[in-house]
Structure formats: structure tokens, C-alpha cells
């Protein structure tokens, strides 16, 4: 089935340690997104990529980057990860088909930083 | 700027009630509204759009453009519908044409026995 897969499901980091979450997708979309969701929170839109173009939300902290190598795979990078970075991590992709611009998640990776 | 209120955290209703979710928003353009959910350890996915005057799973949403809401619907409450459910709101942001999407804080929807 295509999806969107994410890799780790759960990962620990340590305080100031960099640490790279990864991000597939099997359904060739052109659109990926991160998303980063803390308890009983929306999920807050870090940056997206539409092909090749980066886009970063005015409020994203520098401590966090994004690589698109290929059309296929997205990776968050944070370099200096601190507590409050804890959270879940969410991938999305979607491919504009007229005006809807519907969402596929990834099942997220968890973020603990000790 | 664009926002998506959903005032309630939890919403706890009976098996047969019917539900209403709540859902305003603030967009100064024409939205694409959606409603998202989330059960228990699945990953988030798309139940309807309004642009689709769809019914999914015994839901349908009507965008109210006067009252600026976008409410989930369903007559009858089953014990399955339990998750979290989101509303989101997609307009015109970015570069290229592109949507973004703006969520709101989610309510949860605990359907009792």
C-alpha cells in the first residue's frame, strides 16, 4: 500500500545531542511536511517542501533544519535538541489535485529529550 | 492570518446521542475546510472535506460562512467514533500557490456504552 512511513517511531536524544528523524513516501507526492504536535496541542507546521523548494514558518527556531534529497524522502534535522523540544513529530505529504489539498500522515516519531 | 477554534477538549456523549464537534475559524480568503481524526494509536487521517458535501462514516460537516463554522455532525453516536478530531482550515500561503494548513487544538470524542 502506498504510505508514508516514519523512521524512528520513538526516539531519545540527549540535551544538545543533534538527532535526524526521517520521513518516506511511496505515493509520490510533491508536497512534504513537518509537523511538530506537543500534548493536547494542534500540530504546528515547521516547513514544507513543494518539489524542491524549501519553505520555513516564520516561527521555526534555526535549532531545527530540513533535507529533501529526493522526491521520495524528507528528514528533520534538530542540532541542538533541548527539553522543550520534546514532542511528537509529525510527516505529511500531499499533491495538489485542483484546489484540495488533502493530507497523508506518517504514523509520527516521538521525540524524548533526557 | 488564519485560526481554527475548537472550543471543546472532550466531548462525551452516549452510545445513540447525537454528536455536534465544534469548529470556527477566522480567513480572510475562501477556506477549504476538513475535519482530520485520530483513533487510538493510528496516525491522523482526512474523514471529509467540506468541498466534497461528502458523508463519511455517518458524518457530514456544512460550511457556515455567515456564522464562519464548520461543525461535524452525526445523528447518532457508536462506540467506534471514539478518537480525537481535528479541524483544519486550508488557504492560500507560501510560494507557488501553495495551501497551507492551519489545525485546531482537537477535541476528543468519548462515546459511552
Known amino acids: 500500500d502506498a504510505m508514508v512511513i516514519q523512521n524512528p517511531r520513538y526516539q531519545v536524544t540527549q540535551f544538545g545531542k543533534p538527532v535526524t528523524l526521517s520521513c518516506s513516501q511511496t505515493l509520490n507526492h510533491n508536497v512534504m511536511y513537518w509537523y511538530q504536535q506537543k500534548s493536547s496541542q494542534a500540530p504546528k507546521l515547521l516547513f514544507h517542501?513543494?518539489?524542491?523548494?524549501?519553505?520555513n514558518e516564520a516561527d521555526t527556531p534555526d535549532n531545527f533544519q530540513s533535507r529533501r534529497p529526493n522526491t521520495s524522502f524528507c528528514f528533520l534535522d534538530i542540532r541542538s535538541p533541548g527539553l522543550g523540544d520534546a514532542a511528537m513529530y509529525l510527516c505529511a505529504t500531499s499533491s495538489p489535485s485542483g484546489f484540495t489539498y488533502e493530507q497523508y500522515f506518517g504514523p509520527g516519531t516521538r521525540l524524548t529529550v533526557t | 492570518a488564519q485560526r481554527v477554534t475548537q472550543p471543546e477538549k472532550l466531548l462525551s456523549v452516549f452510545k445513540g446521542a447525537p454528536v455536534e464537534l465544534k469548529c470556527n475559524y477566522s480567513y480572510s480568503g475562501s477556506p477549504e475546510l476538513f475535519w482530520y481524526v485520530q483513533y487510538s494509536r493510528q496516525r491522523l487521517q482526512l474523514l471529509l472535506r467540506h468541498i466534497s458535501r461528502e458523508s463519511i462514516k455517518g458524518f457530514t460537516a456544512d460550511l457556515n460562512k455567515g456564522e464562519t463554522s464548520f461543525h461535524l455532525k452525526k445523528p447518532f453516536a457508536q462506540e467506534e467514533d471514539s478518537a480525537m478530531y481535528y479541524c483544519?482550515?486550508?488557504?492560500?500561503?507560501?510560494?507557488?500557490?501553495?495551501?497551507?494548513?492551519?489545525f485546531g487544538t482537537g477535541t476528543k470524542l468519548q462515546v459511552i456504552p
Open positions: 483544519a482550515l486550508s488557504g492560500l500561503g507560501g510560494s507557488g500557490g501553495y495551501q497551507k494548513v492551519t
Open positions: 517542501y513543494y518539489d524542491k523548494d524549501f519553505n
